[in-house]
Nanobody
């Protein structure tokens, strides 16, 4: 079973930056597709950014040009660099690992990002 631990959330003013990190323990991290999702109060969890095992990137339209996802396979870590943050980015951000195996999708506990106007 893969365990994911996120860090880096916090309170920031609009226009500021944060860098989220997610460390994966156990398993073969380099083979996993990794993603960041967010969930605001009263809303469904939605994809923010994804990086596949092969390095292919995918971003939600709302964050293109502002957020960058990256991974360091040597450190079993995926990052989300968040620039030019907006109040509407306020949400709980979750790390996700898709191992490609049946039942092999894992979630972290979430890290809160709050952007004040």
């Amino acid at each position: 079973q893969v365990q994911l631990v996120e860090s880096g959330g916090g309170l920031v003013q609009a226009g500021g930056s944060l860098r989220l990190s997610c460390v994966a323990s156990r398993g073969n991290f380099r083979l996993y597709d990794m993603g960041w999702y967010c969930q605001a109060p009263g809303k469904q969890r939605e994809l923010v950014a994804q990086i596949t095992a092969g390095g292919r990137l995918n971003y939600a339209d709302s964050v293109k040009g502002r957020f960058t996802i990256s991974r360091d396979n040597a450190k079993n870590t995926v990052y989300l660099q968040m620039n030019n943050l907006k109040p509407e980015d306020t949400a709980l951000y979750y790390c996700n690992a898709d191992t490609g195996r049946r039942g092999g999708i894992y979630w972290g506990q979430g890290t809160q990002v709050t952007v004040s106007s």
